[in-house]
């Protein structure tokens, strides 16, 4: 029983392969991936931005019942513009890419996209930063990071 349990486990893990990011580890990540500065986007509001989305978790969704869209992983990309869930009704996946894999560990795909999303609409896509990071001082986002 305990080793079904187990086994169990160890294939979700590898199901999922999601992840929670440490906010330097995530800091260092993007920047890598160039979104520090990206469309004049500092680094620091990236992170905000990623902490007030998801908690720096790359499996968090949010359901939005008014287009019956739902939002992915650590930048909350949504299923009705960008990515596809096979779901979503009048969704367009503008990314071109399978929701599911902006729920990777990898944030690699999560980042492309979300680059197209603030090239077409701005950083004021995300209701994050306008509740919690616009006009803020976001220094400690990225504090002690060595970005
Ligand atoms: C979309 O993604 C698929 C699979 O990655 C690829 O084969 C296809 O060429 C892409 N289509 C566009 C329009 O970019």
């Not at 086994?7 to 979700?12: R, T, V």
């Not at 560990?105 to 980042?111: Q, R």
């Amino acid at each position: 029983m305990k080793t079904l349990l187990i086994l169990g486990l160890l294939l979700l893990s590898v199901t999922v392969q999601g992840k929670v990011y440490e906010r330097c580890e995530l800091a260092k990540t993007l920047k890598r991936l160039g979104m520090d500065g990206f469309k004049g986007v500092s680094l620091a509001t990236w992170v905000c931005v990623a902490k007030w989305e998801s908690s720096y978790n790359t499996r968090a969704t949010h359901y939005n019942p008014n287009d019956k869209s739902t939002d992915y992983g650590i930048l909350q990309i949504n299923s009705h513009y960008w990515c596809n869930d096979g779901k979503t009704p009048g969704a367009v996946n503008t990314c071109n890419v399978s929701c599911k894999d902006l729920m990777h560990k990898d944030i690699s795909k999560s980042v492309a996209c979300a680059k197209k999303v603030v090239s077409e609409q701005g950083i004021g896509a995300w209701v994050a930063w306008r509740n919690h990071c616009r006009n803020k001082d976001l220094a400690h986002y990225t504090h002690g990071c060595g970005v």
